[in-house]
Nanobody, 116 residues
Framework: QVKLVESGGGLVQAGGSLRLSCAAS????????MGWFRQAPGKQREFVAL???????NYENSLKGRFAISRDNAKKMVYLQMNSLKPEDTAVYYC??????????WGQGTQVTVST
């Protein structure tokens, strides 16, 4: 079993930055692909970024250059650095773990609110 716990959300002004953290516990996760998703009010959950066990990354195209995903396998942590935040980035951000092509472990989410 894997447990994922996000932290680092909050209220920030447009143009500001936040760093989200995801702590993983339980089974070995260092070789697993980890990702971030977000869900804005009234919208479907959407992909933000992922990082493989080997450190390869992939981003939603519109977020490239502003967001950066990283991981520290020794600490079982995954991070999402978010810069130049915009009001449309307001959402609940979720950390997830991928096993055999399925995102089957999710955290409880952390709220990010970007004010104008």
């Amino acid at each position: 079993q894997v447990k994922l716990v996000e932290s680092g959300g909050g209220l920030v002004q447009a143009g500001g930055s936040l760093r989200l953290s995801c702590a993983a516990s339980g089974s070995i996760v260092s070789d697993k692909t980890m990702g971030w998703f977000r869900q804005a009010p009234g919208k479907q959950r959407e992909f933000v970024a992922l990082i493989t066990g080997g450190g390869n990354t992939n981003y939603e195209n519109s977020l490239k250059g502003r967001f950066a995903i990283s991981r520290d396998n020794a600490k079982k942590m995954v991070y999402l650095q978010m810069n130049s935040l915009k009001p449309e980035d307001t959402a609940v951000y979720y950390c997830a773990l991928n096993q055999r092509g399925i995102w089957n472990y999710w955290g409880q989410g952390t709220q990010v609110t970007v004010s104008t």
